[in-house]
C-alpha cells in the first residue's frame, strides 16, 4: 500500500484534505472521508485528537492508523497524549470520556497514539494540533496575539492547526501586521505567498462555532489555495451512541447545537 | 525586492509591454499583447520599492485576490496575475473607451446625462455589491463606459471582500479612500458597509450636476471629518433651477447614517430610471443647510447614535429586493386578489422590498393603435389608475412602490425586459385560467416563468371548493 505514495512524488499532490479533532465521532469522520474522495482528495493531513468525547475511539484510531499506512500524516492532540498520561489536566467531561477510552482502545492502538509526532513539516506548511511556539503545551489560538506568536516560532509560510474547534484565518504581513478572519464554508482563500499564514481548522466531530456540520480544511497546493468545507452527518446517530456508551450527556447534546 | 525599471519590448510571463499607458504614485499601467487572438489588455504593475508605503503592497495583494472572483459587464475581465515572490502585476482586459476624468472640464453637465449616468453607475454597484464586493473608492477615474453604455469599476486595491480576509482592516487604523468621497462611516472605519458606494456616488453626482463638491477637497484629516455632522448645501441653493427629484436622490444618497439611505444600490438605479416616479420628501425642498443646533447635537451627542454594526453584504442585498408584481387589470377579480394576498406576505416579511406594479398594454403589429379610447379618454391613464386601485390595500408607502403600463406586442416579453433592465428579484404574476384565450394565446405567465432572469411566483386564485 505504501508504495502508491512512493511512486507518486510529492509535487503532484495537489489536493490534500486536512481533519482535526475527530474525537471518536465515527458517524462524522467516516461522512468527511466520503466527502473529501467525492471531491479528488489525493492525501489525508491528520490534525490530531483522533479520541476523547465521542463513542468510536476503536474504529476512529484504526481508520486513521489505516490513513497513515496509506500515506497520510498525523500528528498527536492533547486527548490522544491523555490517553497514556492520566496527569494531562482536561474538564470534567473530557477527563470521563478519556477514563472510558483508555478501557476501550487496545495496544495497537495505543501505541500508534503514544507514537505520533507533535509536529510534521512538509514543504513550506507545518502540521501541528493547537499551536507552533509550544505544541506540547496545547494552548488554543483565540486572537491575533496567540496566532503572531505561532507564526513567528516557525520557518513555514502556513501552519495548519486545529484544537479550538473554531475556524479561523490568520496572516502575518510583510509589515509585521496580523490579520483575522472567519471563513466562509465553500469560498477558496488564496494564501498570498507575500505573508505568512496560520490556517485553524474547525472539528470534524464536535464543531463549536455554531454550525453543527463536520468543518475540514481542502488545500490545493497548485493554486495555493485554501477552503474550508462543512460536511452534514448523521448528528443522532453519532449522539445516541455516546448516551448508550454512558458518556456525559452533554457530549451528545452539544453535537446538534455545534457548541 | 528592488526591481528593475520596465521598459517597453520587455516580456513578462509571456506578455509582450508594449506602451506605457499611465504611471502613478502606486503602480504602471502597461498595454500589453500575447497571442494575436487575444482582446486588448492591460498590465497593472505596482511600483514597490525599499520603503514604499505597506498600502502599495496590501492594496495589491487585495486586488490579486478580487478580481480574478468578479464576472460580468461592470469590471474589467481578469487575464493573468503575476507571483510576488518573481514579478507581480495583474493583466486584465483594456476596456476601450475614457474615465469619467476628463468630463470634470465640462461640468455641470445637464441634469437628465447625470441621472443617466448615476442609473448606469449604480447598476455596476449592485452588480459588484451582488458579488460580496464594496468598492470603497468610487470617483470619476474609477468608472469607464463601454462602448456598449454599461459603466465599469476599476481598482480593487482599496475594496472589501464579504468572504475573504481583509487586509487592510488589520493593516492601517487610518482610513485609506479618496478624500472628497470617503463616505462618514469609512472615515471611522468600517469598511463592510455597501452603501457607502452609494455615498461616492452621492457626491460623484453632486459634483457632476452642481459643477461643486459637496464636501470640497477635504485633504486634511480634519476637513474630511466634518461630514461626520455638517450636511452640504442643498443643490438648490447652488442651482435654482436644480430638479426636485435630483436633489431627494443625492442628498438622500449623502445621508451621514447609512440606514438613511437607499437599502440597495437597485433601489437606487431604479429611482434614477423613474424620476416621475419618486415620492418627494422635505430633502427634495431644502434651500439651506441643517441648522447650527443639529449640527451641534450630531456632532457633540455621539451616544444618541447606536453603535454601528457589521454590515453584511449579502443579508442587506437580500433584505431589500425589487418585487414586480404583473396585474391583467381586465382578470377574475379573485385572482388580482390572490396576487395582493402573495404580494402582501412578502412585503410584509422584507420591508426594505420595494414593489413595482407591472400592467402591459397589448399593441397590435400593424394596426395603428390610438392612446385615447372611443369616449376620448387616455388608457394610459386609467391603467396607471386601475394599477394604483389594485395597490391601495396594501397601504404602501409611496416610496415603496410605482407603477408602470409597458406598451407591448408581447405581453411576456414585456415583463421579463421590464425584469431585466430593472434588475428586478422577484416577479409575481398571476395563471390565466383554462380558457379559450390561454389556448389560442398561449400562457404568458408560464412564458415570464421560463425566460425571466429572476425568480417568478405564479400566482392562482384559492380552489373554490
Known amino acids: 500500500m505504501r508504495g502508491s505514495t512512493a511512486s507518486c512524488p510529492a509535487q503532484i499532490v495537489m489536493l490534500i484534505a486536512l481533519f482535526a479533532d475527530i474525537h471518536a465521532n465515527r458517524q462524522a469522520f467516516s461522512a468527511c472521508l466520503d466527502d473529501a474522495r467525492a471531491r479528488s482528495a489525493q492525501r489525508f493531513v491528520l490534525l490530531g485528537d483522533y479520541v476523547g468525547y465521542g463513542a468510536d475511539p476503536e474504529w476512529s484510531v484504526e481508520t486513521a492508523m489505516a490513513l497513515v499506512a496509506d500515506g497520510a500524516q498525523a500528528v498527536r492532540g492533547n486527548h490522544d497524549h491523555a490517553v497514556s498520561e492520566p496527569r494531562e489536566s482536561m474538564n470534567v467531561e473530557a477527563t470521563v470520556a478519556i477514563e472510558w477510552t483508555r478501557g476501550e482502545l487496545g495496544k495497537p492502538a495505543r501505541d500508534f497514539l503514544a507514537g505520533l509526532p507533535l509536529t510534521v513539516t512538509d514543504e513550506d506548511r507545518l502540521y501541528v494540533h493547537a499551536e507552533a511556539s509550544n505544541p506540547q503545551g496545547y494552548s488554543y489560538v483565540a486572537s491575533t496575539a496567540d496566532a503572531a506568536r505561532s507564526i513567528q516560532a516557525t520557518r513555514a509560510q502556513v501552519t495548519f492547526c486545529g484544537h479550538i474547534h473554531r475556524p479561523a484565518v490568520y496572516s502575518l504581513s510583510a509589515a509585521a501586521k496580523m490579520t483575522a478572519f472567519t471563513p466562509v464554508a465553500g469560498v477558496p482563500i488564496p494564501l498570498l505567498p507575500g505573508r505568512r499564514w496560520l490556517i485553524v481548522a474547525g472539528s470534524i466531530g464536535q464543531p463549536r462555532d455554531g454550525n453543527p456540520a463536520a468543518s475540514w480544511l481542502m488545500l490545493d497546493t497548485a493554486k495555493r489555495e485554501v477552503t474550508f468545507c462543512r460536511t452534514p452527518y448523521d448528528i443522532e446517530a453519532a449522539a445516541a451512541a455516546i448516551r448508550a456508551k454512558g458518556l456525559p450527556s452533554w457530549l451528545a447534546e452539544r453535537l446538534s447545537r455545534g457548541l | ?465
Open chain 2, 1 to 465: 525586492m528592488v526591481k528593475p525599471t520596465l521598459e517597453a519590448g520587455a516580456l513578462i510571463d509571456g506578455f509582450r509591454l508594449e506602451e506605457l499607458i499611465h504611471r502613478g504614485g502606486m503602480s504602471e499601467l502597461w498595454r500589453v499583447t500575447r497571442r494575436a487572438d487575444d482582446p486588448p489588455m492591460l498590465m497593472k504593475v505596482p511600483l514597490i520599492k525599499e520603503g514604499s508605503d505597506p498600502a502599495t503592497i496590501v492594496g495589491f495583494e487585495m486586488e490579486q485576490m478580487i478580481m480574478p472572483r468578479l464576472t460580468g459587464p461592470h469590471v474589467p475581465k481578469f487575464v493573468a496575475a503575476g507571483d510576488f515572490a518573481v514579478q507581480p502585476y495583474i493583466v486584465m482586459e483594456r476596456i476601450a473607451g475614457q474615465s469619467l476624468l476628463p468630463r470634470l472640464k465640462e461640468l455641470p453637465l445637464p441634469y437628465p446625462e447625470v441621472a443617466a449616468l448615476g442609473a448606469k453607475i449604480a447598476t455596476a454597484l449592485d452588480a459588484l455589491h451582488r458579488q460580496h464586493v464594496v468598492h470603497l473608492d468610487i470617483k470619476p477615474s474609477n468608472i469607464v463606459l463601454r462602448p456598449s453604455g454599461e459603466a465599469v469599476l476599476l481598482d480593487y486595491g482599496l475594496s472589501h471582500h464579504a468572504q475573504l480576509p481583509d487586509l487592510m482592516q488589520e493593516e492601517f487604523r487610518v482610513p485609506f479612500g479618496t478624500a472628497p468621497y470617503m463616505s462618514p462611516e469609512q472615515l471611522k472605519g468600517d469598511r463592510t458597509d455597501p452603501r457607502s458606494d452609494q455615498f461616492a456616488l452621492g457626491v460623484l453626482l453632486y459634483f457632476f450636476s452642481t459643477g461643486v463638491r459637496p464636501f470640497g477637497e477635504g485633504e486634511t484629516l480634519r476637513a474630511m471629518r466634518r461630514r461626520l455632522w455638517r450636511d452640504p448645501e442643498p443643490p438648490r441653493k447652488l442651482k435654482p433651477d436644480y430638479p426636485h427629484w435630483l436633489q431627494e436622490i443625492v442628498l438622500r444618497c449623502l445621508e451621514i447614517e447609512p440606514s438613511w439611505r437607499y437599502p440597495t444600490a437597485a433601489q437606487l438605479a431604479f429611482e434614477l430610471g423613474h424620476p416621475d416616479q419618486i415620492k418627494l420628501t422635505q430633502r427634495s425642498e431644502r434651500m439651506r443647510r441643517d441648522s447650527f443646533r443639529v449640527v451641534m447635537r450630531r456632532r457633540f451627542n455621539t451616544d444618541l447614535k447606536h453603535t454601528p454594526r457589521k454590515a453584511d453584504v449579502t443579508a442587506q442585498l437580500a433584505s431589500a429586493p425589487i418585487v414586480a408584481a404583473a396585474i391583467d387589470l381586465g382578470a377574475d377579480p379573485s385572482l388580482n386578489e390572490a396576487l395582493r394576498v402573495t404580494t402582501r406576505r412578502i412585503l410584509a416579511t422584507l420591508p426594505a422590498a420595494r414593489l413595482a406594479c407591472l400592467n402591459v398594454n397589448k399593441v397590435h403589429r400593424l394596426a395603428l393603435d390610438t392612446t385615447l379610447d372611443d369616449s376620448g379618454h387616455s388608457k394610459q391613464v386609467d391603467r396607471l389608475v386601475g394599477l394604483r386601485a389594485w395597490a391601495e390595500p396594501l397601504k404602501l408607502d409611496a416610496a415603496r412602490f410605482t407603477v408602470h403600463v409597458l406598451e407591448a406586442v408581447d405581453p411576456a416579453d414585456a415583463i421579463v425586459d421590464f425584469a431585466l433592465a430593472n434588475r428586478v428579484d422577484h416577479v409575481l404574476i398571476g395563471a390565466r385560467d383554462a380558457s379559450l384565450a390561454r389556448k389560442l394565446l398561449g400562457s404568458v405567465s408560464a412564458k415570464v416563468a421560463a425566460e425571466a432572469s429572476c425568480s417568478v411566483t405564479i400566482v392562482r386564485p384559492p380552489r373554490a371548493d
